[in-house]
């Protein structure tokens, strides 16, 4: 199926740990994001990256770290995790280089809770 | 912020159409209007989008004002699985980053 997949799902650890969220898309796009969405269910960007440039929302602690191995495939990092990095955690992908377009392809989501 | 307003909450009547209005008075000539929903704490899923001309697909019509500053999402027949927060922001196509996401409208349909 042509999505975007992310894992895992769910994702409990202890304050401290250093956690890794996987995201893959399919879909050929050129662009792809990742976004939190808090308890308030405010949905915030954090990152926007295509092969050439790295955008950060300067709000995002540098904890925090976009990690790209191919244009396919966006992960997230987090050092050091902190009670208030607990949240849902959305990837997405879009074709940003075209007319047209459906705008954003979000995959499930990771819910992260940090105890 | 988010560019775009929305009423917090909306209820419909299952079978009946839902208009979901959206102002977004400082958009420019070159954003798009989108919208998407999310369905309980699943990915924001896309729906419709327009520039300027009134657009239908098989999920929902998008009515937008001559003036471009508010447009309407219409689901015909509202359904029970319609229940969802419905986003609508404004982007132009190839700047995503800049797009921000309101706290939408959250639809209740009800039997």
């Known amino acids: 199926d042509t999505a975007v997949s992310q894992t895992p799902k769910y994702l409990v650890t202890q304050m401290g740990n250093d956690k890794s969220i996987k995201c893959e898309q399919n879909?050929?796009?050129?662009?792809m994001y990742w976004y939190k969405q808090d308890s308030k269910k405010f949905l915030k960007i954090m990152f926007s990256?295509?092969?050439?440039?790295?955008?950060i929302n300067e709000t995002v602690p540098n904890r925090f770290s976009p990690k790209s191995p191919d244009k396919a495939h966006l992960n997230l990092h987090i050092n050091s995790l902190e009670l208030g990095d607990s949240a849902v955690y959305f990837c997405?992908?879009?074709?940003?280089?075209?007319?047209?377009?459906?705008?954003?392809?979000f995959g499930s989501g990771t819910r992260l809770t940090v105890v | 912020d988010a560019k775009t307003t929305q009423p917090p909450s909306m209820d419909c009547a299952e079978g009946r159409a839902a208009n979901l209005p959206c102002n977004h008075s400082?958009?420019?000539?070159?954003?798009?209007v989108y919208w998407y929903r999310q369905i309980h704490s699943q990915g924001p899923q896309y729906i419709i989008h327009?520039?300027?001309n009134n657009e239908t697909n098989e999920m929902a019509s998008l009515i937008i004002t001559e003036d471009r500053k508010s447009s309407t999402l219409i689901l015909p027949h509202a359904t029970l699985r319609d229940t969802a927060v419905y986003y609508c922001?404004?982007?132009?196509?190839?700047?995503?980053?800049?797009?921000?996401f309101g706290a939408g409208t959250r639809l209740f349909v009800k039997a």
């Open positions: 997405a992908s879009s074709q940003e280089r075209s007319q047209g377009g459906y705008g954003y392809t």
């Open positions: 879909l050929g796009h050129d662009t």
């Open positions: 990256y295509n092969n050439k440039e790295l955008i």
């Open positions: 400082t958009i420019s000539g070159n954003e798009y």
């Open positions: 327009g520039l300027k």
């Open positions: 922001i404004v982007r132009v196509i190839t700047g995503g980053f800049k797009t921000i």
